[in-house]
């Protein structure tokens, strides 16, 4: 592998955190009545992989 596939999969990996921190936050500014009618936390618990190997991406 070289530099750049090195860097283009940290990148991928720093986004991914980012963007799941900001949705983590947005739904938690939401009021309890709505978190309970989506489902929060547990149905979002459920769709992330298991495995910590896995590259697919969690789509909502």
Not at 10 to 39: C, H, M, W
Request: glycine share 4%.
């Amino acid at each position: 592998m070289t530099v750049l596939t090195h860097f283009n999969r940290y990148f991928r990996r720093y986004r991914q955190a980012i963007n799941k921190r900001r949705t983590e936050r947005v739904i938690g500014s939401l009021p309890a009545e709505i978190r309970k009618d989506i489902g929060w936390p547990s149905q979002y618990t459920q769709m992330q992989p298991d495995d910590l190997g896995d590259r697919s991406v969690v789509r909502f």
